[in-house]
């Protein structure tokens, strides 16, 4: 089966460059310039960032898991999408379903009609991610499904890819299950409504809006405030949810040091914590609001990108030997994911386990070097705290 798979860039996070190939096909654009809608005004519109964190640290786990977030409503994706479509006056379903069957029929029925829905699906159940099973059931994730060869029982995803993924539609359902709280959620265009550019100033500004009021709430757990939240758990030696206490025996740190690597610079980010694309927001936003104050901003943001890509550095500090070769292994991994070339995936892969087991039989960092690194990542999160707070205080006030 040949699949047409649409020509462009690989995109950078998942639900907006799916989102962005879907209305490309659909000739669904831009009011104000008559091109396709770019990634990040499709960012900012539907609320551009957040800073989420959360250490999951529960008996059954092998190991402390992270997760950060770095869009606006980054664990609500499906909020994202519906705030996002009606800004941009388009008629989307967001259909659930009852059990894997019913499921998989609902998106066999929307291939064939031409759709190309966004699935929800257990990213650590795709194979083609590699990810370790104990991490199944952990991520929220989205992907295109793009066609369905019904004689192979095949299907084939954009997620991030120059070519189409291929998939046993077994698999892939399985994936869908492993993420019960969604109920195998689907989401499918059906039609967009002619927008005006003056509709789409209004939808720019309301998306500038949801960004600075989200980050500037003065809720410990929700934007610029869970930053100083992490920063001072890396230095609470006393409670038991302190980075020192969770990891005195450094059991599990070297996975959630790389989980803060790989999820500012690789993982659905633009290697900046997606600073770096709301910044292109803000820089496309100024022509359409006819602003060049947003200009100014964007470069705030764009030093942001920065020093989050320089956290990320230092989370596996390269002057360790093995770190240094882990983030190599790393990059070369994604590199060659989103050119799927699966004999450079599986070498590094098979790199990445050999180092790895030698890091859990030894950490290669004392105790004293250890607590050293949680101080030095402390000081630069609470300094990209500040430099968060400035940037949306700013947009604060344009947006208002």
């Not at 996070?13 to 005004?41: D, G, K, M």
């Not at 800073?51 to 059954?60: E, Q, S, Y």
């Not at 098979?350 to 101080?375: A, G, H, Y």
Request: hydrophobic content about 40%; proline content about 4%; glycine content about 4%.
């Amino acid at each position: 089966m040949k699949i047409e798979f649409p020509k462009g860039t690989t995109g950078i996070h998942p639900p907006t460059s799916t989102l962005a190939r879907i209305l490309n096909v659909n000739h669904v654009l831009n009011p104000f310039n008559e091109q396709p809608y770019s990634e990040a005004l499709l960012l900012g519109i539907g609320g551009g960032l957040d800073t989420g964190v959360i250490l999951f640290k529960f008996p059954h786990l092998v190991h402390p898991i992270l997760m950060l977030g770095f869009r606006y409503q980054w664990n609500d994706t499906k909020s994202f999408l519906q705030n996002l479509m009606a800004r941009l006056m388009i008629s989307a379903s967001f259909d659930e379903f009852e059990d894997a069957k019913k499921a998989e029929i609902a998106l066999q029925h929307a291939l064939k009609h031409n759709k190309h829905p966004i699935v929800w699906v257990d990213r650590a159940s795709l194979p083609h991610h590699s990810m370790p099973r104990s991490l199944q059931g952990f991520y929220n994730y989205q992907v295109g499904v793009h066609a369905r060869d019904g004689r192979l029982w095949r299907l084939f995803l954009d997620d991030l890819s120059t070519k189409p993924i291929e998939i046993r539609e077994k698999v892939f359902t399985s994936a869908r299950a492993s993420l019960c709280q969604n109920n195998f959620l689907m989401m499918t265009f059906n039609y967009a409504d002619t927008m005006t550019s003056q509709q789409l100033r209004y939808a720019v500004i309301q998306g500038i809006k949801d960004c600075s009021t989200h980050l500037t709430r003065p809720l410990k757990t929700v934007g610029i405030s869970n930053l100083q939240n992490w920063a001072n758990s890396l230095q609470d030696r006393q409670s038991p949810t302190g980075w020192p206490f969770v990891f005195k025996d450094r059991k599990g740190l070297y996975f959630t040091l790389r989980t803060v690597y790989e999820s500012i610079k690789l993982n659905g980010s633009d290697g900046f914590a997606l600073r770096k694309i709301y910044a292109d927001f803000l820089s496309e936003a100024s022509l359409i609001l006819r602003n060049p104050g947003l200009n100014a901003i964007a470069g705030q943001y764009l030093q942001l990108a920065n020093h989050w890509a320089s956290l990320a550095e230092n989370a596996l500090p390269s002057s360790v030997s093995k770190f240094d070769k882990i983030k190599s292994l790393l990059n070369a991994k994604y590199d060659a994911y989103r050119k799927m070339d699966q004999e450079k995936i599986r070498r590094s892969i098979k790199d990445l386990m050999t180092i790895e087991d030698q890091i859990e039989e030894s950490f290669p960092m004392n105790f004293s070097e250890t607590s050293q690194l949680f101080d030095r990542l402390s000081s630069r999160i609470n300094l990209i705290a500040e430099l968060e707070r400035s940037a949306a205080l700013r947009l604060r006030d344009i947006a208002h």
